[in-house]
């Protein structure tokens, strides 16, 4: 069985996430004037293996240098913020232990 979980992202370049293993990141948006991401997560747990991944987040505003290799993340997503004055681009990747 799956289910959605939501995550919020701070407003700031670089931050990680602690997801439950096996988890698949679906979509990013504004909610209450702030970054959500959503997630879909298995509800079962399996002691074999890992319970936890990181994924990485790299938040960059409009015309801002971009300091990730690109090939490395996969682009999730635009989200505004206050009616559209912050316009903030969303890349992530699973770290690796």
Same mark, same amino acid.
């Given at each position: &069985?799956?289910?959605? =979980?939501? =995550? ?10 602690? $997801?439950? @293993?096996? /988890? ?9 004037? /702030?970054?959500?991401? =959503?997630? $879909? ?5 399996? *002691?074999?293996? *890992?319970?936890? #991944?990181?994924?990485? @987040? ?5 015309? #801002?240098? +971009?300091? +990730?290799?690109? *090939?490395? =993340?996969? @682009? ?8 559209? #004055?912050? &316009? $903030?681009? +969303? @890349? ?6």
């Amino acid at each position: &069985m799956k289910t959605i =979980y939501k =995550y919020t992202l701070d407003v700031a370049a670089s931050q990680t996430l602690t $997801l439950p @293993f096996d /988890s698949q990141i679906l979509s990013v948006c504004e909610q209450n004037h /702030s970054v959500v991401v =959503y997630a $879909l997560t298995n509800v079962t747990v399996n *002691p074999y293996q *890992p319970q936890e #991944e990181i994924y990485d @987040f790299k938040v960059y505003g409009t015309g #801002e240098l +971009i300091d +990730i290799n690109i *090939p490395d =993340y996969s @682009f999730l997503g635009t989200v505004n913020l206050h009616r559209g #004055e912050i &316009m $903030l681009h +969303i @890349f992530y990747k699973k770290s690796v232990k």
